[in-house]
């Protein structure tokens, strides 16, 4: 497979038909998206496990699941010029039927808006998961094997939260039952795939108002429900006004919980979830406005 030894001049023509249909990544050769995906991975490498977010106008995407209507109506805000940055909260992959189109888009955003464009990893950036629900069979099928094995290693360079100036957090699970330390996750390797320990849960763990600190979760033994003892203290020993986190799907697109300091936020309706009301959350100054995607017109 090609070394990544390209720069964004090389693959300028292959930039401009994404972004003119991307759909025509299907038509693309192993090694046309090869050197794509291998550029990528060298700008994925300077991002570190949390990115600090310095603005004050910020889009936070949930789960897009191969939805590519709902991933277009998030990046035309940034088109326009309604917010500065777009987060995609993990996710973009498997169930929906245009997951490599997804994929795709979002990859070339991030090279051509690097500081603006921000993908985190979600449970399905995990090969353990998409090996099951979709990617890999997909890719695979498309382009070989190669492929994908490039972007399992594109999702291994991906960081796993965010923060927004000093007071809101984004994470694609939830509160993690170990502590965790901005500093350290500022300067620490990524993990490539966690299974098992905080870094796991951050991408696993899902709010309870049920209970108070941790409980069993049915998604496994190696995550977590949390509850608002949890939550505090988490939001107490960070600072923090505000969590967003993705992971669920709620027939509304969104719910709140913890006296509306947790957001949780879903952007498809693509495959299982073409019931769900997809939206995605825009965070300006210490607020938070709701924007349902079916208000979004292209």
């Known amino acids: 497979m090609v070394k990544s030894k390209y720069t964004l001049f090389d693959i300028k023509s292959e930039i401009d038909l994404i972004l003119a249909d991307s759909r025509s990544i299907l038509e693309f050769n192993k090694d046309e998206l090869g050197i794509i995906i291998n550029v990528w991975i060298d700008a994925l490498r300077k991002k570190r496990m949390l990115v600090d977010i310095n603005s004050d106008n910020v889009l936070v995407v949930g789960d897009i699941h191969g939805d590519l209507e709902q991933l277009q109506r998030a990046l035309h805000l940034y088109d326009i010029g309604e917010v500065s940055k777009v987060v995609f909260n993990g996710d973009l992959i498997d169930r929906g039927p245009e997951m490599v189109e997804c994929i795709s888009l979002v990859m070339i955003y991030q090279l051509l808006y690097p500081d603006d464009i921000i993908f985190l990893r979600g449970n399905h950036e995990l090969t353990s998961i998409n090996s099951v629900y979709g990617f890999r069979g997909y890719t695979s099928m498309i382009f070989g094997t190669e492929i994908y094995g490039l972007f399992s290693s594109a999702f291994q360079q991906l960081p796993l939260c965010a923060k927004i100036q000093d007071h809101t957090f984004i994470t694609h699970g939830g509160v993690p039952s170990q502590q965790i330390y901005f500093h350290l996750m500022r300067i620490e390797p990524k993990p490539k795939e966690p299974e098992i320990g905080?870094?796991?849960?951050?991408?696993?763990?899902?709010?309870?108002?049920?209970?108070?600190?941790?409980?069993?979760?049915?998604?496994?033994?190696?995550?977590?429900?949390?509850?608002k003892v949890a939550f505090d203290n988490f939001m107490e020993f960070h600072e923090l006004d505000f969590f967003i986190r993705a992971h669920q799907a709620f027939s509304k697109g969104y719910k709140w919980f913890f006296d509306n300091k947790l957001l949780s936020v879903f952007s498809s309706r693509a495959g299982p979830y073409h019931n769900v009301n997809p939206h995605f959350a825009q965070v300006k100054g210490n607020d938070i406005t709701l924007i349902s995607a079916d208000d979004i017109e292209i």
Request: glycine content about 10%; charged content about 25%.
């Open 198 to 227: 905080p870094y796991s849960e951050l991408l696993w763990n899902d709010p309870d108002e049920a209970i108070k600190n941790f409980g069993k979760s049915p998604r496994g033994p190696n995550c977590f429900r949390f509850g």
